[in-house]
């Protein structure tokens, strides 16, 4: 399936219209390169075999596991929310964001990384078992490519604004006006994907839906107001970015090529993200 098509005809990722395998533009709307040099095919057939919320609770587990197996700094096991809880320190070296990682490490990639990474036992089993409903659903509603790009431009949305918030707005008297300093979890995603659900009920018509998202949006929110570890700003900046997003892919219409590739390139941007935070981290760490 990997084969490179030569010959014949491809669908358009853009417009879906039939074009040829050679064509530098599409006929019917212009886009560049439709083939995607033949590759498109390989691209289309990759890109509807894969489960995304397979790879996210797999992907946290993982991570989560390796997180506490490193153990630099880790503190035993205790109870309730610091039940087995990976170190700040090596939540930095595997990716958290804030405003100290993006701003005084200049680790921006973080935005990506942080949503795979998880503070303790607890804290992953939530937000789990909320993309275990969430996902799923979303990915019904947007097709699967889709729903990769609203989780991905979520999480960024949301820890650039915790990571601003934490950078900016310290002096605030309210605690939870502060934003992060450091911060990682699912959650910004999570909410991301309530917003696309948000704007999904009030766009195609499922208005039950769109109101049961929307409430589980605001319950979620004032809950995490009363919890002092609670990253609100992460939440609010995925649900905008969530609610943005959608309004941009257009759920009305159907997911087409270039959702795919994009999907694509944002799981490989992600992956890349955390590769590359382990990396510079260690040397950081070695250089002391
Ligand atoms: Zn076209």
Redesign the pocket.
Known sequence: MWKRQKTGSVI??????L?GVRDKN??????WN?SIWGFGPAVRFFAEDFSFSQIVLWGCSILYIATLAVGIGNTPPQSGFSFFSPSNKVLFLFGSSGAAPVFVYGRWWTVLSAAWLHGNLIHILFNMMWVRQLVPATAELFGQSRLVILYTVSSITGFLLTSFAGAFLGFLPIPFLRGASFTVGASAPIFGLLGALVYYGRRVGSSFLGRQAWTFAVILFLFGLFLPFVDNYAHLGGFLGGYAASEWLGPERPERLNHHLLALICVAATFLSIAVSVVLGLKQFASG
């Open positions: 358009c990722p853009a417009c879906g219209n074009v599409c006929f019917h709307c212009g886009r439709p």
